[in-house]
């Protein structure tokens, strides 16, 4: 059956509860599809099965258990698949009030969330010999898959896995020979699913960098529209619980923050404002008892893009400083070392968890104080500076320390409190326990974000002590690169820390970015990414292979990135966290931080400590812009404007200082435009004009 092309059309027709299977096959027939004289039911169900729209599917299932003389059993079938049918579909299931935390219960999911395993049944169970098993097959495969997607427990066990993903491909195989047309089911087993709903074609006039830059920007701009017209409601939510609703600003960032999209803006603003709504956010963070990880997600990821956004709405601000009040007032206190730490890891807005398996402040504590760290970063607020200066002391003082076998140098994933030691209650020093499936926070955890906060107290500060962690731990793991050890270290140990500190890069190149220290040069050279690389060296090939390999992840497989995804929190990761577990070769993932870092000039992540010096006033389409140099006295960046007509556009600089600057456009050293302005303050806007398909090197500088 080919697919409805008239939308609009579609959804009339879907919106009329069994007006009749006649009024629909007519419109099959204006579709474009088969005639439909004479049809039955398993010409019904094989069209449903072949079908690659969800809303079809469930309407033609929906006529089939309406066809008078149908055989009972198959309209018993059709009466127990059709409720799940109607949610995977329809957007109508509308989950009971979370009891825990505002997350993995949206419409998207929540249906079957923790309910589908190899051994238990979401869906009811159906006959093989039923004409109907090849649709349970579909959906209790995909079912099984999403769940891995999702669980990083299911993940890191190869058994496990194996379990949930080996009984998916055996169900959707069934359901592939049954419905050889849809090419969605085949996408699951290995075929890739190649085109896109707007091809970009490459300019032969533009660089590869600019091609392939352009291309994804583009699809990811396409993606993060598709999530916002087909499925943000309008209070806000895209279906997979505001918690994981929450998270899908962070790989938005490219065409959110480094450009200007109005259509995005609006979609990320309804967004806050609707989880901000929420019965339990009225004390400024949640109210569900969780740990840090899972607390901290629904202000975080609310506030901080919002202060990209709308950095001069007080209201954001307001809201940045109550997390702030929160942190001082109750949920951290001096411990018995006289440095101030958080009194626990699992916490809300009115209490701090009483178990002492939980009493520990983690590498993922910033992650409740985010907004304020931008916000802090960009005032310069002297209560904030004495706030987040006490506590990164103690972090200073706990890595200076050896004990319970932790190596001095060697920032720990987990202080204890009260006692301040690292670790904690009971040893291992690096696996802190501090809930059984918790494993994030064994070492290292989420260590860039401690070594992020450190980096940025520095740099508001300009005390060298906040410098200590990073620069030891850097000492440590160039030791290990250069005399790598074959014995398997024991865990705990100093090679065994050495041998896992690949994450320090993003910090080092940041540590680079603001003081133009080079010692670390080797070790970026080594283990940076490709955009660090390439600020380093001023070596064009490793970056232009990074932008070609997001664009090849970008060419295939658009139902994934979109209506396939069950879970919001793993927009992107349908190839990382199942395809590759199967696809020989491996296939590319798509990689956001990449094309935020070539737009803004940030060589890292744009959460605790964002160097993005310049956001484009200018929809990311048509576009490409590499940033090629950053500094408080000047921004470099080329620009190719694909195109006919000049573009005008405009620059908002974040880093420069105070004072008089010269931007001169040029193409083949010729000047295109050049203007004299100041700067007054950490936003200044200059506007200007790109001509159509030349590349531009654009150059700020003090005049």
């Given amino acids: 059956m080919k697919t409805i092309r008239d939308e609009s059309i579609r959804k009339i027709l879907l919106s009329i509860p069994a007006f009749g299977l006649v009024m629909f096959m007519c419109f099959q027939c204006y ?16 069209r449903a099965g072949n079908a690659e729209d969800e809303q079809v599917r469930f309407h033609l299932l929906q006529q089939t258990s309406l066809l008078p003389g149908l055989d009972p059993t198959i309209k018993k079938d059709l009466d127990a698949l059709l409720p799940i049918l109607d949610f995977w579909a329809n957007k109508t299931y509308r989950p009971p009030e979370p009891r825990r935390r505002a997350a993995e219960n949206g419409f998207l999911c929540g249906f079957f969330v923790g309910k589908v395993r190899p051994d238990r049944y979401c869906l009811p169970q159906i006959a093989e010999t039923s004409p109907l098993y090849p649709i349970w097959c579909m959906y209790r495969g995909r079912m099984l898959i999403h769940q891995v997607i999702q669980s990083g427990n299911l993940r890191s066990s190869a058994e496990l896995r194996e379990a949930y993903c080996g009984q998916a491909r055996r169900l959707l195989s069934i ?28 300019d032969p006039q533009a660089p590869e960098w600019a091609n392939f830059q352009r291309e994804g920007l583009e699809k990811l701009a396409d993606i993060v529209h598709w999530w916002i017209d087909h499925q943000q409601l309008e209070n806000g939510e895209f279906g997979g619980g505001w918690g994981d609703d929450c998270e899908m600003w ?44 899972h607390t901290a997600e629904d202000s975080k990821d609310t506030i901080t893009p919002m202060l990209h956004l709308r950095p001069e709405d007080p209201l954001w601000g307001r809201r940045a400083l109550r997390i702030a009040q929160l942190m001082q007032e109750l949920w951290t206190g001096t411990n018995l070392r006289g440095t101030l730490q958080f009194k626990g890891t699992y916490f809300n807005a009115l209490e701090v968890h009483s178990d002492p398996r939980r009493a520990c402040d983690t590498v993922w504590h910033p992650g409740a104080v985010q907004p304020t760290l931008i916000y802090w970063l960009r005032t310069r607020d002297p209560g904030l500076t004495r706030l987040f200066s006490s506590w990164m002391d103690t972090w200073v003082d706990v890595t200076a320390r050896s004990e319970r076998g932790k190596p001095h140098g060697v920032i720990p994933s987990a202080i204890h409190w009260p006692e301040g030691h690292a670790g904690g209650l009971d040893e291992p020093w690096y696996k802190p326990n501090i809930d059984s499936q918790a494993h994030l926070y064994d070492w290292p955890g989420n260590m860039t974000m401690i070594t992020s906060t450190l980096l940025l107290t520095y740099h508001i500060t300009g005390d060298e002590k906040y410098l200590q962690p990073i620069h030891s731990m850097a000492q440590i793991r160039r030791a290990y690169r250069e005399n790598p050890q074959k014995a398997q270290p024991s865990p705990g140990s100093l090679n065994w820390c050495a ?43 490793r970056l232009t292979q990074d932008l070609l390999n997001n664009a090849r992840a970008l060419r295939m497989n658009w139902p994934g990135y979109t209506s396939e995804v069950r879970w919001t929190d793993r927009v992107l990761s349908f190839t990382s966290n199942y395809l590759n577990d199967y696809a020989k070769p491996a296939l590319p993932n798509p990689n956001p931080a990449l094309l935020y870092a070539c737009a803004t000039g940030d060589m890292g992540r744009l959460d605790y400590f964002p160097l993005n010096a310049v956001r484009w006033l200018t929809p990311p389409r048509d576009i490409a812009a590499l940033v090629t140099s950053t500094g408080t006295d000047h921004l470099h960046a080329e620009l190719y404007h694909f195109g006919d007509q000049p573009r005008e556009m405009a620059a908002e600089l974040y880093m420069l200082d105070v004072g008089s ?37 654009l150059r700020i500088d003090p005049q």
């Fill in 31 to 46: 579709a474009g599809s088969e005639p439909s004289d004479g049809v039955n039911a398993q010409q019904l169900i094989t």
């Fill in 175 to 202: 359901a592939r020979e049954a419905y050889p047309k849809n090419r969605i089911i085949r996408m699951y087993l290995d075929e890739p699913l190649m085109g896109w709903p707007r091809e970009i074609q490459a």
């Fill in 250 to 293: 962070r790989w938005w960032a490219p065409v959110m923050i480094a450009f200007e999209d109005p259509r995005i803006t609006e979609g990320q603003e309804r967004f806050s404002n609707g989880l901000f709504g929420q019965r339990h956010m009225q004390h400024g963070y949640t109210e569900y008892m969780s740990d840090v990880e």
């Fill in 499 to 541: 041998a896992r500190m690949g994450f320090l890069s993003e910090t080092l190149a940041k540590y680079r970015a603001i003081t133009q220290d080079t010692q670390y040069d080797d070790l970026l050279l080594r283990e940076a990414s490709g955009y660090a690389m390439f600020r380093i060296s001023g070596r064009l090939n």
């Fill in 661 to 697: 600057y010269s931007l001169v456009i040029k193409e083949s050293g010729r000047t295109l435009f050049q203007r004299d302005f100041n700067v007054t303050g950490p936003r200044s806007r200059i506007a200007f004009t790109l001509p159509s398909r030349r590349l531009c090197r």
